[in-house]
């Protein structure tokens, strides 16, 4: 890889049906700027797949991989498994446990092999912890994250300054 390219963040979802959610992630990275690939990949349909990706993934640029699944979401884990990459694990909310089984399935890992997890279908703070970790390493990146954090602030003490007029008000 060229000295200075910016890392890709590859997005993973067992499912077609997980691009709603995962959407979400790709409109952040693409805000940062930050090349993304997107991929429908199951651990359990398409275990070989997944292990190829996931072994090659740092040889092919990737800095960082977010992985979705729902359910038994054995995705994060079985791609934390076969590389030293990164991993943020999405769960994702299923009609039977509302996504508290997905939520456990991803954060159980077993010492060695970590996956970060995030919220239950909570793809936006994966994406925002990708620009992060690739930003260690990439000052020009650093600035944009810490100028998003910086709106995201004045759009709250904005909300506070209208919420003090409106007591006043009272």
Same mark, same amino acid.
């Given at each position: 890889?060229? #000295? ?32 993304? #690939? ?9 275990? #070989? ?22 359910? *038994?979401a ?21 009609? *039977? ?18 996956v &970060? ?13 990708? &620009?992060?970790?690739? &930003?260690?390493?990439?000052e ?21 300054? #209208? ?5 006043? *008000?009272?």
């Open positions: 890889m060229e #000295e200075g390219k910016m890392k890709k963040v590859a997005i993973l979802m067992g499912s077609d049906s997980d691009f709603g959610v995962m959407s979400k992630a790709i409109l952040v990275l693409k805000k940062f700027e930050i090349p993304v #690939e997107v991929h429908v990949y199951s651990a359990h349909r398409t275990p #070989e797949k997944v292990a190829e990706f996931a072994s090659n993934a740092k040889d092919n640029g990737f800095g960082v991989i977010i992985a979705g699944a729902g359910m *038994a054995a995705l994060a884990g079985v791609v934390a498994g076969h590389t030293t990459l990164p991993v943020i694990g999405v769960p994702l909310k299923s009609n *039977a446990l509302e996504g508290v089984d997905a939520l456990l399935s991803t954060v159980m890992m077993p010492s060695g092999i970590p &970060a997890t995030v919220a239950i279908d909570g793809s936006k703070n994966a994406a925002y912890l990708a &620009a992060q970790i690739l &930003a260690i390493s990439d020009e990146l650093a600035k944009k994250v810490l100028e998003s954090r910086q709106k995201q602030s004045a759009a709250v003490l904005a909300k506070d300054q #209208e919420l003090q007029e409106k007591a006043r *008000a009272l």
